[in-house]
């Protein structure tokens, strides 16, 4: 590995005279070198492929309402424990009609077999004009919903494509109508 001569070697001058001869130490610095540039390399590659990723969010403008075919929209509302409420189209309807279920967002009637369906009926659907890119899903979290929920919920959008999503704040008649069925 590394070449280390000694100091002092001896050679003959004259008879019975010896005199000290002063060599320099080679150290071989190649192996240091080649592990130094290992270990900036080893660096340089696990910080360029740790980098974290965000997911894109839509937020809704302020302004006046916007209009949205009652037939496109899907409305979720996490709640508590991992619990999710969904209705389509307009509020008044889905609660007077009794449409307003209650689902996981996993397993395997959660919410992304839910978002599939839909899909699948807009495409099959003569009327709808864009099909399912005009499929659009609200999130409206309690306040008492859990982060982790929220976040569960936006990866199952991404997983299904739905092109459009938005968060928007809960009503009051939806806030009340969900603490009355958890109680």
Do not use: C
């Not at 005199?19 to 150290?27: E, F, G, L, P, S």
């Not at 990723?53 to 403008?61: D, Q, V, W, Y």
């Not at 509020?91 to 369906?117: S, Y």
């Not at 938005?166 to 009340?176: C, F, M, Q, R």
Request: glycine share 6%; proline share 5%; aromatic share 6%.
């Amino acid at each position: 590995m590394s070449e280390v001569i000694s100091p002092t070697a001896t050679t003959k001058q004259r008879a019975g005279v010896k005199k000290a001869v002063r060599r320099q130490a080679r150290i071989d610095m190649t192996p240091m070198v080649d592990l130094g540039f290992l270990l900036i390399s080893f660096f340089v590659i696990t910080t360029e492929l740790s980098k974290p990723t965000a997911m894109n969010l839509i937020m809704p403008a302020d302004g006046p309402p916007m209009d949205l075919g009652e037939s496109d929209a899907m409305t979720v509302i996490p709640a508590e424990n991992d619990n999710v409420w969904y209705y389509f189209g307009r509020w008044t309807e889905a609660e007077r009609t009794g449409n307003v279920h209650k689902t996981t967002v996993g397993g395997k009637e959660g919410l992304r077999q839910l978002i599939i369906r839909r899909q699948q009926q807009l495409d099959a659907n003569p009327a709808s004009k864009e099909k399912r890119n005009g499929f659009m899903i609200l999130i409206k979290p309690m306040p008492n919903s859990s982060y982790k929920n929220l976040v569960d919920i936006l990866d199952e959008i991404a997983i299904t494509e739905v092109k459009k999503h938005a968060l928007v704040k809960l009503t009051d008649e939806e806030k009340s109508w969900v603490d009355k069925q958890q109680e």
